[in-house]
Structures are given as C-alpha cells and as structure tokens.
C-alpha cells in the first residue's frame, strides 16, 4: 500500500510541476482540470463528537493497535509515560477528484495518512500520547480553485476536527497538559481550531505550543486572533510556531500569491505581511542556524520501516518574507514541489529538533514559564 501511494503521489508531484512550467502560458486550468472534482458539493450532517469515542475513528490514539504514531527510527523510543496529550491533525492524503471530500472508511486514504503520521508525528510520541483523528478532509483539488465548493468541503473537513477535538478534550481529562500540531490541510484547520476552540476559552491555558506547520500564517492580519504569540525563546511555553521550507534559490510565489490575494482573520488584507517565521533548529524567530545545529533530518524509506536519522546535514534561516530557507536543496527524497519547496518534508528535515522541541517547551509549562 505504501509502495503503491508513493507511485500516485510520484505522479502527482510530477503533475504540479509540469502545471509549473505550463502555469505562465496556460495558467493553474491544466491542475484544476486534472484535480478538481467537476461534480457538485454534496452536503453532509455534522458529525457529533460522541461519535469520535469509538476508537475506530482515530488513526492514532493510546489505544489503536498499531498505532503509526508510536513509530520511532533506529535509537530511538517513544515515551513510557509522556506527560502531555498530542493532537495531531494530518495533512492531505486523499487526492481523488470523485468527490469534494474523503470517506472516513477510505482504505487507501487512511494509510496514506499513517505513512504522514509515522514521519511527522512521530517527532511528538516522547512528550505526549498521540491523538490523530480520521476526518472527512478536502481534496488535494480543493486548494487549487476557488470555487465556493472547496470552501464548504474544507468547512466540512474542519468540523469533524472540531467534534474530534471535543471528545479529545474529554477523554484526556481535564488537567493534562497538551500539544496542538498539524501539517498543511491539517496546520489550516488548526488555525481555525484556535480560533473558534481554544482562544480566550479555560483550554487555552493547558495549550503547551501549537505547531502550525506547512501553512502560512500572517503576523500582522492573523496571530492575534490566534490567541497565541509567536514563540521567540526556545524554552517558551503557550506559544505558536510555524515554518514553510524551502530550499535556495527559492521561489515561494506560488504559495504568497494566493495568500497576499486573500484576507487576514482580523479582515485586513495579507497582502505582503510578514508570515511567522520559526526556525526549528532554534526554537526561535527570524534565526539562522548552521547545519551542525541541525540534530537529526529522517531520511525515509517507502514505508519508514529502515528509516534512519543524520544529524549535522540541513541549516536554516528566516527569509525577509518569513519563508524558512535550507540552503542548498538536500536529497531527502524526490518529492519537492515547484520552487524549490520542500512542504513535504517539513518535518522530516528536523525531526530531531521537532523532538527536543516540544520535551523543551514541555518542561517549560510544567515550570510555569
């Protein structure tokens, strides 16, 4: 299964960047034809989140067998007894254009989504028990049009997080620390989980960081609604990180395009604001780090069964816009998007760090700073 999605997502990727070189003479109708679903919106009912108490509904939780997220490389181990509670909103891993939205029994959806949570949520499983919930996410066509449709398919994905999240809040107890984190799809449903679920509410004041990962947020029109600051200590707890990378020369425009084209949550628009720019290797903002800062970069296999860590590889630094840049692109796998944009491994290329990371901030909650 594992071998087959990388084939899919080998195509996939090499039709973005065909898209690319076709993008100035044809414009983004070559992407939206190919993945755009052509039927209607079909509306869902909301799901309650009574529903999220079957263990069926979690890719991972304390008790999935098999749970992807407690998978750590070679050397290392997943916590005994971590001390927070994760939750972990995964990125796209349905790509088909049959429908606005994923099935929630999708076989090969779903275990795309464990590969996703292997390599990036694992960096969390040694300061907290992981909570990954299965949800009716958009498709990878939704974030290539406009159309109202993919706006109500994203309003549906985001409210089976927000039942998820509800009955995560519930069986966790109500004093345990925890530790929001996403990655793309999943990093924008997070900002809106902030938003509507944490910020100014009694939970905001468990909250350790939120790891908005893979999705561009706006420190003048977006952070405050946020009700977190962005993280400028590396032992700084209630806090924000985020991070977009790519490699030199980097070309993000055809993520600051869209975004500077849109608006802030506070109503203003976004465009040319500086984006929250954390450096994984610091723990900082608007750092640089070298590579030996860099404690470890998986590099995985098809299935991360023999994936191993390299420490000392891939450096840092906030850009002027608030990109994260790498220096020259790294052979970490051969899915890297148009402009030299590594938004598949966001992760992966500091997972170590990531690790140490969340431990840090961990302890820095639970010392009251």
């Not at 299935?303 to 608030?322: E, H, N």
Request: hydrophobic letters at 45%; one cysteine or more; a positive charge.
């Amino acid at each position: 299964m594992a071998r087959k999605f990388l084939y899919v997502f080998a195509f996939l990727i090499a039709l973005v960047i065909a898209g690319a070189f076709a993008y100035r003479l044809y414009g983004v109708e070559i992407l939206r034809m190919a993945l755009v679903p052509s039927e209607q919106f079909r509306a869902q009912p909301r799901v309650d989140p009574k529903v999220y108490a079957d263990q069926g509904m979690w890719i991972a939780r304390p008790d999935v067998p098999g749970n992807p997220a407690l998978w750590t490389p070679a050397g290392y181990a997943a916590g005994s007894r971590p001390a927070a509670a994760v939750f972990f909103i995964h990125p796209t891993s349905y790509i088909g254009r049959a429908h606005w939205n994923a099935t929630l029994d999708d076989a090969e959806t779903n275990a795309r989504a464990a590969i996703f949570l292997r390599g990036q949520a694992s960096a969390f499983n040694a300061a907290g028990e992981i909570w990954s919930p299965r949800y009716r996410q958009a498709t990878f066509g939704a974030f290539l049009t406009s159309v109202a449709d993919a706006n109500r398919a994203l309003d549906l994905a985001y409210g089976d997080v927000a039942a998820a999240f509800a009955a995560f809040v519930r069986q966790v107890g109500p004093d345990r620390p925890i530790i929001l984190a996403g990655h793309s799809q999943g990093a924008l449903h997070l900002t809106r989980l902030l938003r509507e679920q944490v910020a100014g509410k009694p939970i905001a004041r468990r909250i350790v960081a939120a790891y908005v990962v893979g999705w561009p947020v706006s420190r003048t029109t977006d952070l405050a609604a946020l009700g977190l600051p962005q993280c400028t200590r590396a032992d700084q707890a209630h806090c924000l990180l985020s991070w977009e990378s790519f490699a030199e020369p980097a070309d993000p425009s055809q993520v600051t395009d869209l975004y500077d084209r849109s608006r802030g949550f506070d109503g203003r628009p976004r465009k040319d604001t500086p984006l929250v720019c954390t450096n994984p290797l610091t723990g900082t903002a608007d750092t640089a780090a070298p590579a030996r800062a860099n404690r470890g970069t998986l590099y995985p296999t098809a299935d991360l069964a023999s994936a191993t860590i390299a420490a000392g590889k891939v450096p840092a630094r906030c850009g002027p816009r608030g990109v994260l840049l790498i220096g020259a692109a790294p052979d970490v796998g051969s899915y890297v998007l148009p402009g030299n944009n590594y938004h598949v491994y966001d992760y992966s290329l500091f997972w170590l760090n990531v690790r140490a990371d969340a431990g840090r901030r961990l302890a820095a909650f639970g010392a009251g700073r």
